[in-house]
């Protein structure tokens, strides 16, 4: 399908202001992605952050999120309206980035239907896997309290969540490039790069997780496969043990970005793994008091980390 002149209006629109403003990194990795590659990746992050405010606006009642993400889930799929989002959802999200997200998901949707129907197929089928992970961690903690912490029962339930909201991720970008760009995307064999880069985006999510694990438990949720959240000699040894998993996942990503075959390819997809190993490196043997800071890395390390990406 061609792309009319208000279509491009529209992606460079969304792609710009939208995106610019839900996310800080990702958005310099969407801006340098080739062009085949940007529409559909750029429009897929849209929606995945649309169900991602959806399912975080913790003001809102649980049940109030997941009628309204089964709602965003069916418009996706192309078997529903467009939402028309509650006010009181809409008041519950205070930051006004993110309610203009929701406010313009009309125009993502409608972005979606007039891509090339095997891009659309791709995005719908990531969002769906995604969404299937928001749901369940909100039905997993929504009984959880500060008072009454609820952790993931296994390895294999913190696996799975980040393959679902993550990992699916990796795979998408996988698929998107072979699709638009055949060769040029990579020479090497579509399963080696499906592997790494699923093993890539749990990495990077696992990242976010052992980033984030103080101030999660701080609302009672618990990624991380403790029998006792409370217990924080058992936190921090478990924190540890994953910590080497994301290593070895971020090499993965690592090695995705080298097979790919445009400098611009390569840039654009190893620069979330620089900004996460700056993120990480401060998470070493780090004491409960200092995971309670939240680690955040500067500005100023994301454009130094673009520019090595690049060259």
Not at 223 to 249: K, N, Q
């Amino acid at each position: 399908m061609a792309r009319r002149p208000w279509m491009l209006a529209l992606m460079d629109e969304l792609g710009k202001q939208l995106l610019k403003g839900v996310s800080r990194s990702f958005y310099l990795s969407l801006r340098l992605l080739p062009g085949p590659m940007r529409g559909a990746a750029s429009l897929g992050y849209l929606l995945a952050r649309t169900s991602d405010t959806l399912a975080d606006s913790a003001a809102a009642p649980v049940e109030l999120r997941l009628q309204c993400l089964e709602s965003f889930r069916a418009a996706v799929a192309g078997h529903g309206e467009n939402p028309r989002w509650p006010v009181s959802l809409l008041n519950a999200i205070p930051d006004s980035r993110e309610r203009h997200l929701l406010e313009a998901s009309g125009e993502v949707l409608r972005w979606l239907r007039r891509l090339p129907m095997e891009e659309a197929l791709l995005v719908r089928e990531v969002l769906e896997i995604i969404v299937s992970g928001q749901t369940l961690d909100l039905a997993r903690f929504a009984e959880a309290s500060q008072n009454h912490p609820v952790a993931l029962p296994s390895d294999a339930a913190l696996d799975d969540y980040a393959w679902r909201v993550a990992g699916s991720v990796g795979a998408f970008w996988t698929k998107l490039g072979l699709l638009t760009m055949g060769d040029k995307f990579s020479k090497a064999a579509e399963a080696e790069l499906l592997e790494r880069g699923i093993a890539y985006g749990k990495g990077l999510q696992l990242v976010n997780i052992l980033r984030d694990v103080a101030a999660d438990l701080a609302v009672g949720r618990c990624y991380l496969p403790v029998t006792d959240p409370g217990d924080r000699e058992a936190l921090l040894a478990c924190h540890a043990r994953w910590l080497i998993r994301a290593d070895d996942w971020l090499a993965n990503g690592e090695t995705y970005a080298a097979l790919l075959s445009s400098r611009r390819l390569r840039a654009a997809t190893v620069l979330p793994a620089m900004i996460a190993r700056a993120t990480l490196e401060p998470l070493r043997g780090a004491s409960w008091e200092i995971l309670q800071t939240r680690i955040k890395v500067p500005r100023s390390v994301v454009y130094r980390s673009m520019i090595r990406a690049f060259f």
